[in-house]
């Protein structure tokens, strides 16, 4: 059970500090003892929850009075604090910033219109329909040599050969 007296100084700490760290320190209670003594007792939990509070209130209290202290000594980081929070004509402009992730691929599809898309898929087409030729004879080390096709689609069978100009005929 806790020791009265040890409660009351320990609560006296924490309205002063609003810190559970330094308050046992100074009392002597281990920090893992106020928990568990918070989590058993609920009175306690109260006292010490609304001791926190005022701890807190007393801090902030000594930090505006620190401040104003700067700012009668003329200390221009604590003027344009407490301009800067205390009137909104002084207050930082925000600005709005938007991020924008960009996608490689959706940037591309952006860039083609519908034209470019059916050029695109024909092309697609057209390869398809050349992979359909499979090469039946002639020799693969001699570019120039006839070589027998087939069609698939169509079932039909003749001979390529190479023009002058380098491309390949019937």
Same mark, same amino acid.
């Given at each position: 059970?806790?020791?009265?007296?040890?409660?009351?100084?320990?609560?006296?700490?924490?309205?002063?500090?609003?810190?559970?760290?330094?308050?046992?320190?100074?009392?002597?209670?281990? %920090?893992?003892?106020?928990? !568990?003594?918070? +989590?058993? #007792?609920?009175?306690?939990?109260?006292? $010490?929850?609304?001791?926190? &509070?005022?701890?807190?209130?007393?801090?902030?209290?000594?930090?505006?009075?620190?401040?104003?202290?700067?700012?009668?000594?003329?200390?221009?980081?604590?003027?344009?604090?407490?301009?800067?929070?205390?009137?909104?004509?002084?207050?930082?402009?925000?600005?709005?910033?938007?991020?924008?992730?960009?996608?490689?691929? %959706?940037?591309?599809?952006? !860039?083609?219109? +519908?034209? #470019?898309?059916?050029?695109?898929?024909? $092309?697609?087409?057209?390869? &398809?329909?050349?992979?359909?030729?499979?090469?039946?004879?002639?020799?693969?080390?001699?570019?120039?040599?006839?070589?027998?096709?087939?069609?698939?689609?169509?079932?039909?069978?003749?001979?390529?050969?190479?023009?002058?100009?380098?491309?390949?005929?019937?």
């Amino acid at each position: 059970m806790i020791d009265l007296k040890t409660r009351q100084k320990l609560i006296r700490e924490l309205e002063k500090s609003g810190n559970v760290y330094l308050a046992c320190l100074k009392v002597g209670v281990d %920090k893992s003892t106020f928990y !568990r003594w918070k +989590e058993s #007792d609920k009175e306690f939990k109260k006292d $010490a929850t609304k001791a926190i &509070r005022i701890g807190r209130e007393n801090n902030c209290d000594v930090a505006e009075h620190a401040l104003m202290i700067n700012v009668k000594e003329k200390k221009m980081e604590a003027i344009k604090y407490v301009l800067s929070h205390s009137s909104p004509r002084y207050k930082p402009k925000t600005r709005k910033v938007v991020i924008e992730h960009s996608n490689p691929l %959706k940037d591309a599809q952006r !860039r083609f219109n +519908e034209e #470019d898309m059916r050029k695109i898929n024909k $092309a697609s087409e057209d390869m &398809r329909n050349l992979a359909e030729f499979i090469t039946m004879d002639g020799s693969p080390d001699d570019p120039n040599e006839p070589r027998h096709m087939f069609c698939v689609s169509c079932n039909q069978s003749f001979y390529v050969d190479k023009n002058k100009d380098g491309r390949f005929t019937e």
